[in-house]
């Protein structure tokens, strides 16, 4: 199934560029091009790379501050 119609790159070629490490649409735009023409497929991106990894999601969740430094992170959890 596509993702991206505007440059043609798939939900496989999403998940592979995810697999190989892209963790925000950023990375996935700079790897395929995806989400950077008209935009209407960033959230669909945003679904195939999940939430639940984030260290910013987790610490907001946690109610702690999410723009201070992650170093440490490991430690304070």
Not at 12 to 17: E, L
Not at 28 to 37: L, Q, V
Not at 46 to 54: K, N, V, W
């Amino acid at each position: 199934m596509y993702v991206c119609s505007c440059f043609g790159v798939t939900e496989a070629q999403v998940q592979q560029h995810a697999d190989d490490g892209a963790s925000t649409p950023r990375q996935i735009a700079s790897a395929c091009k995806a989400g950077t023409d008209c935009g209407s497929c960033v959230r669909r991106i945003q679904a195939i790379l999940g939430r639940g990894t984030c260290p910013r999601r987790e610490l907001a969740d946690q109610g702690r501050p999410v723009l201070s430094s992650l170093d440490g992170l490991d430690e304070a959890a």
